[in-house]
């Protein structure tokens, strides 16, 4: 079984800055892509960074300039640096990592949310 547990979240003025962590235990070969995506009140859940295992990423366009994602693959932890925070970056942040077990069978896996507010 793998976990995945969030910190870092919390309340910030806008404009400030949050740094966000999810770190993966469990037993596994390897973790492919990792993510984290946000859900603010009443909407859907959205992409928000991804960065693969070498280290490409991809930016949801809201956030891009922003927000950096980062990686330490032998902490097995994803990061997401969050600068010059909008009060439109409200949501609970959850990250996913996509992740190859012994069988080599790749399978997602979800943390359980932090909560961001950014007060205006």
């Keep these: ?13 806008a404009g400030g800055s949050l740094r966000l962590s999810c770190a993966a235990s469990g037993r596994f070969v390897s973790i492919n ?3 984290w995506y946000r859900q603010a009140p009443g909407k859907q859940r959205e992409m928000v960074a991804i960065i693969t295992r070498g280290g490409n990423t991809n930016y949801a366009d809201s956030v891009k300039g922003r927000f950096t994602i980062s ?6 932890t994803v990061y997401l ?3 010059s925070l909008k009060p439109e970056d409200t949501a ?3 990250c996913n990592f996509v992740v190859t077990h012994f069988d080599y069978v790749a399978m997602p896996y979800w943390g ?4 961001v507010t950014v007060s205006s």
């Design 1 to 13: 079984q793998v976990q995945l547990v969030e910190s870092g979240g919390g309340l910030v003025q």
């Design 33 to 35: 892509d990792m993510g």
């Design 71 to 76: 990686r330490d693959n032998a902490k097995n």
């Design 81 to 83: 640096q969050m600068n």
């Design 92 to 94: 609970d942040y959850y």
């Design 112 to 115: 359980k949310g932090t909560l």
